[in-house]
Nanobody, 119 residues
Framework: QVHLVESGGGLAQAGGSLRLSCAAS????????MGWYRQAPGKSRELVAD???????NYATSVKGRFTISRDNAKNTVYLQMNSLKPEDTAVYYC?????????????WGQGTQVTVSS
């Protein structure tokens, strides 16, 4: 069994910063892509950013230049540094990882962490 545990969400003012972390633990042979998604009330879940095992990154247009995704392969952990936050960044943020375990490759999700940005 694999678990993704997120931390770092909370309340920030517009223009402020927050840093999210997500650590994968359990029966892990290898971790491929890791990423962050978000879901605002009444909206669909959307990709925020993802990073490959080789550290190649991809960002949603709305967060380019403000958010930075990174990972520590030794710790099976992915981070999301969020700067210049805007009220429209308010959402539940979910970590995602593609993990190889004893039974093969599967996609896993974290439980979600609330990010609220006040104007």
């Amino acid at each position: 069994q694999v678990h993704l545990v997120e931390s770092g969400g909370g309340l920030a003012q517009a223009g402020g910063s927050l840093r999210l972390s997500c650590a994968a633990s359990g029966s892990i042979f290898s971790v491929d892509g890791m990423g962050w998604y978000r879901q605002a009330p009444g909206k669909s879940r959307e990709l925020v950013a993802d990073v490959s095992s080789g550290h190649s990154t991809n960002y949603a247009t709305s967060v380019k230049g403000r958010f930075t995704i990174s990972r520590d392969n030794a710790k099976n952990t992915v981070y999301l540094q969020m700067n210049s936050l805007k009220p429209e960044d308010t959402a539940v943020y979910y970590c995602n990882a593609r993990v190889a375990g004893p039974e093969g490759w599967f996609d896993y999700w974290g439980q979600g962490t609330q990010v609220t940005v006040s104007s």
